[in-house]
């Protein structure tokens, strides 16, 4: 059964710096991309960033790259999400997800498979 476990969620201050991480789970699991998203109550799932594993290509939603960064480690089978200077609006339910097979969107929630149960970030202003 594949699971997707995320960690590294809190309590951040504005533009601090924090770091989530994704591993996904059986090992051996793999897939094409990766994904994080994020959701508040009452609003749509929106996405953060995507990485595909081979090449490392990335995706970013526009409002978010600059301060954003995901990255993953192919060799831990692990996926990051740098979060630089947070604001209180990036405050959300983030989640890791994944995309078995292109599915021809990194953008959209619907084309990923998996999913993470979420890791709360807050962020004090």
């Known amino acids: 059964q594949v699971q997707l476990v995320e960690s590294g969620g809190g309590m951040v201050q504005a533009g601090g710096s924090l770091r989530l991480s994704c591993a996904p789970s059986?090992?051996?699991?793999?897939?094409?991309?990766m994904g994080w998203f994020r959701q508040t109550p009452g609003k749509e799932r929106e996405v953060v960033a995507a990485?595909?594993?081979?090449?490392?290509?990335?995706y970013y939603a526009d409002s978010l790259k600059g301060r954003f960064t995901i990255s993953r480690d192919n060799a831990k089978n692990m996926v990051y999400l740098q979060m630089n200077s947070p604001k209180p609006e990036d405050a959300a339910v983030y989640y890791c997800?994944?995309?078995?097979?292109?599915?021809?969107?990194?953008?959209?929630?619907?084309?990923?498979?998996?999913w993470g149960q979420g890791t709360q970030v807050t962020v004090s202003s």
């Open positions: 059986p090992r051996t699991f793999s897939s094409h991309a």
């Open positions: 990485i595909r594993w081979t090449g490392g290509n990335t």
């Open positions: 997800a994944a995309q078995v097979f292109y599915s021809g969107s990194y953008y959209n929630p619907n084309a990923y498979d998996y």
